[in-house]
């Protein structure tokens, strides 16, 4: 873990109830994991901490943009995101993080940092294919897709496929 971080939630003094919290990310959060993925970020978390007296339940808000490069043209562009998650803390005798759902603390632990399930919900809130909104709506002017575009093949009927041409015939 990492005991300078700012993403740390200290549960210890916390009576039994809900409990808020709200951090803030940037790119120097994402550069501190060496991820140099997204050009500019800026996402609001809220926590919401349920303290029962055996677990925690926590529920990740996270809402904001991420500016990224288009994975066809490689424009940067601004990707809004907005996610929910939930994690339950548990304590054991030993710690183990195994589960996506599921995080085991030890007994006697007063604190959670939260730095690592931020980084992951933030990059897994994006689609795996980032394709600009300008290319999707055909509004983007861009030399990379005149290039796709000239190399689309053409379509030709003269260059039909003859045996396709004669099962055709069996469908009559």
Same mark, same amino acid.
């Not at 998650?85 to 007994?107: Q, S």
């Given at each position: 873990m990492k005991?300078?971080?700012?993403y740390?939630?200290?549960?210890?003094?916390l009576k039994?109830?809900?409990?808020?919290?709200?951090?803030?990310?940037?790119k120097?959060?994402?550069d501190?994991?060496s991820?140099?993925d997204?050009?500019?970020?800026?996402?609001?978390?809220?926590?919401?901490?349920?303290?029962k007296?055996t /677990?925690?339940?926590?529920?990740?808000i996270l809402?904001?943009?991420?500016?990224?490069?288009?994975? +066809?043209t490689?424009?940067?562009?601004?990707h809004?995101?907005?996610h929910?998650?939930a994690?339950?803390?548990?304590?054991?005798?030993e710690f183990?993080?195994?589960?996506?759902?599921?995080?085991? /603390?030890?007994?006697?632990?007063?604190? /959670?940092?939260a730095d690592?399930y931020?980084?992951? +919900?933030?990059?897994?809130?994006?689609?795996?294919?980032?394709?600009?909104?300008?290319?999707?709506?055909?509004s983007?002017?861009?030399e990379?897709?005149e290039?796709l575009?000239? +190399?689309?093949p053409?379509?030709n009927?003269?260059?039909?496929?003859?045996r396709?041409?004669?099962?055709?015939?069996?469908?009559k």
């Amino acid at each position: 873990m990492k005991p300078n971080s700012k993403y740390k939630i200290e549960f210890a003094g916390l009576k039994i109830g809900n409990h808020q919290f709200n951090f803030k990310v940037d790119k120097k959060f994402f550069d501190r994991f060496s991820f140099s993925d997204f050009n500019d970020v800026s996402v609001n978390i809220d926590i919401d901490l349920t303290k029962k007296s055996t /677990l925690l339940e926590l529920n990740f808000i996270l809402e904001g943009r991420v500016n990224v490069n288009c994975d +066809l043209t490689n424009e940067p562009f601004e990707h809004l995101i907005k996610h929910e998650a939930a994690l339950v803390v548990k304590f054991g005798h030993e710690f183990n993080n195994e589960d996506d759902e599921i995080l085991v /603390l030890p007994h006697g632990e007063h604190k /959670l940092y939260a730095d690592q399930y931020i980084f992951e +919900l933030i990059v897994l809130s994006l689609p795996p294919k980032r394709i600009h909104p300008g290319v999707e709506d055909g509004s983007l002017k861009s030399e990379i897709l005149e290039i796709l575009e000239d +190399l689309k093949p053409k379509e030709n009927s003269n260059l039909a496929d003859p045996r396709w041409e004669q099962l055709k015939k069996f469908k009559k």
